[in-house]
């Protein structure tokens, strides 16, 4: 592995896009959280659908703001402008109010990225997760915000 300055850099910037998707993505900000995947991405939620292009990609993310997001270290190959990345996340359900936190599931996040002018993005996004998907969303209270997503698929 070469650790020069330009292979730290990029480490250390997606590390951020990590942490900033994380924080959005609690949010609930579809908007800013679509930002930072190319504007020609996929997000595919395994067992859900793909989301695909920004504005799907914020639907998504809108669709909830129950959820806390936790991502571990990531194992990272960067070749130039691009980048694989694997990255282990855990999930919690935060209730409104601030009266409950519970545990949801484990997973991965499976993404390659592209270096733009914008800087690092997610291009393609993959989640894993250890749990069905519709246990997921029921523990998080938000199934039927995400049907309704898959009947606009349609």
Do not use: C
């Not at 993959?126 to 049907?147: Q, S």
């Amino acid at each position: 592995m070469n650790l020069d300055l330009e292979y730290l850099s990029s480490y250390v910037e997606i590390r951020q896009l990590n942490a900033t998707y994380n924080r959005l993505a609690d949010d609930g900000n579809g908007d800013a959280y679509s930002l930072l995947f190319t504007e020609d991405a996929e997000f595919n939620i395994v067992g859900n659908r793909i989301y695909r292009g920004r504005k799907e990609i914020a639907s998504a993310a809108s669709a909830t703001k129950v959820a806390v997001h936790i991502t571990t270290e990531p194992e990272l190959e960067i070749t130039g402008t691009h980048a694989r990345q694997r990255v282990r996340m855990l999930t919690f359900y935060r209730a409104p109010g601030g009266t409950q936190n519970d545990f949801v599931a484990t997973g991965w996040y499976i993404d390659e990225l592209k270096h733009t002018d914008e800087g690092w993005r997610y291009y393609r996004r993959r989640v894993e997760l250890d749990l069905e998907i519709d246990k997921v969303l029921e523990k998080m209270t938000v199934k039927e915000a995400f049907d309704k997503l898959l009947k606009e698929e349609g």
